[in-house]
């Protein structure tokens, strides 16, 4: 996503690109415009990357008053188990006889192309001396089905569904990416089970977000989205327009 540090380096290079392509062309502007939305909104994802969270000498997660997240990256403190034979459900993950969990210890995962199922598990201790309400997102959009497993006091664990295969009405969270509500009681630690099946590339970041924070960068989102297919819209009309004037076939071609 445009969060990840590649596709914000991307962003930028193409925006300088455009720059300086519409210094050495006569137009409209169009590409300076694009190339400087895209230059800054690369160059500003670079300043905002996220704090990696704190965690203790088990890899928990650790929220305290002074680290209460606006948005943390907490994919180090993930642990995961790749299911090779599809056997394992939530009962067998979070039982008595769990399978090994390994750490990723990274601050983002790149395990190349994953056909098995692969079962995380999140640990987060609220050291504070109020309720933790939070969004857990993976920031991957292309990922086919993530399913977040939550637990409230001893009841059964609940699944929550998100993932580029998932429809609109089972996502509990509208986002691209993979996105669910979580609360930690104040004092208590909870643990979080992620399934993900997949069958391309396996690479995410995980974030930790306060909710409003999390609303508002994804309104910043959907605004840019809206401004990229905007400009993409104007190119396309002006090609259209000088088409129709001058009848030169190469203007069919943005």
């Known amino acids: 996503t445009v969060a990840s540090p590649p596709i914000a ?31 800054l909104l690369g160059w500003a994802v ?4 996220a704090p990696l969270a704190v965690t203790t000498s088990e890899g928990v997660v650790k929220l305290s008053e002074d680290s209460a997240p606006r948005c943390l990256n907490v994919t180090a403190a993930l642990e995961r188990f790749v299911d090779a034979k599809n056997e394992f459900s939530i009962d067998s993950v979070q039982g008595h006889a769990p399978p090994p969990f390994l750490s990723f210890a990274e601050d983002s995962v790149n395990m190349g192309f994953v056909g098995d199922p692969v079962w995380m598990r999140l640990r987060v201790l609220n050291a504070s001396k109020k309720d933790q309400p939070l969004v857990f997102e993976i920031n991957n959009p292309r990922i086919a ?11 059964p664990y609940t699944m929550h569904v998100a993932g580029a295969a998932a429809r609109e009405e089972e996502r509990e969270i509208t986002h691209a990416a993979s996105a669910f509500h979580l609360e930690v009681p104040a004092g208590k630690a ?17 974030f930790l977000w306060k909710p409003s924070v999390f609303q508002k960068r994804a309104a910043q989102w959907r605004a840019g989205v809206f401004v990229f297919m905007g400009a993409l819209l104007a190119m396309t009309l002006y090609h259209l327009v000088v088409f129709l004037m001058l009848r030169e076939a190469a203007y069919l071609y943005l």
């Open 190 to 206: 909870r643990t979080y089970y992620i399934h993900v099946v997949n069958s391309g590339s396996f690479r995410f970041v995980a």
């Open 9 to 39: 380096f991307l962003f930028f290079v193409i925006g300088a690109c455009l720059l300086i392509f519409e210094f050495f062309t006569a137009g409209v502007g169009v590409a300076g415009l694009v190339g400087a939305v895209l230059a």
């Open 145 to 155: 089905r993530v399913e977040f497993y939550t637990q409230e006091g001893d009841a």
């Open 46 to 49: 670079r300043f905002n990357a």
